[in-house]
């Protein structure tokens, strides 16, 4: 049972970036999903979520109207399209699964947002 988050990178600032959180050993369907980051010296904080269900999403006013969570259970992925990059989105990005029961996390990806 894993979750592999990738695409971090360097972007420059007002750039874009695609991170994907790949599920192995178990289906994605059925929990939802959340992406954290935590900045160096910060706490972890979460900016995105989706559902299990209906696709509904949560989006910190940090990131809104900049990011877009979405899910392809088909490929057993869910993405993190990053746009309008800014300087303080400089994070490890963190991937979790959860439901009531379970909860998955996977290891982080570091973008560096360059001024």
């Known amino acids: 049972v894993q979750l592999q988050a990738s695409g971090g990178g360097l972007a420059q600032s007002g750039g874009s970036l695609r991170l994907s959180c790949a599920a192995s050993g178990f289906t994605l369907d059925p929990y939802r999903i959340g992406w954290f980051r935590q900045a160096p010296g910060k706490e972890r904080e979460v900016i995105s979520c989706?559902?299990?269900?209906?696709?509904?999403?949560y989006y910190a006013d940090s990131v809104k109207g900049r990011f877009t969570i979405s899910r392809d259970n088909a490929k057993n992925t869910v993405y993190l399209q990053m746009n309008s990059l800014k300087p303080e989105d400089t994070a490890v990005y963190y991937c979790n699964a959860y439901s009531d029961y379970e909860d998955y996390w996977g290891q982080g990806t570091l973008v560096t947002v360059s001024s």
């Open positions: 989706i559902s299990d269900s209906d696709d509904n999403a």
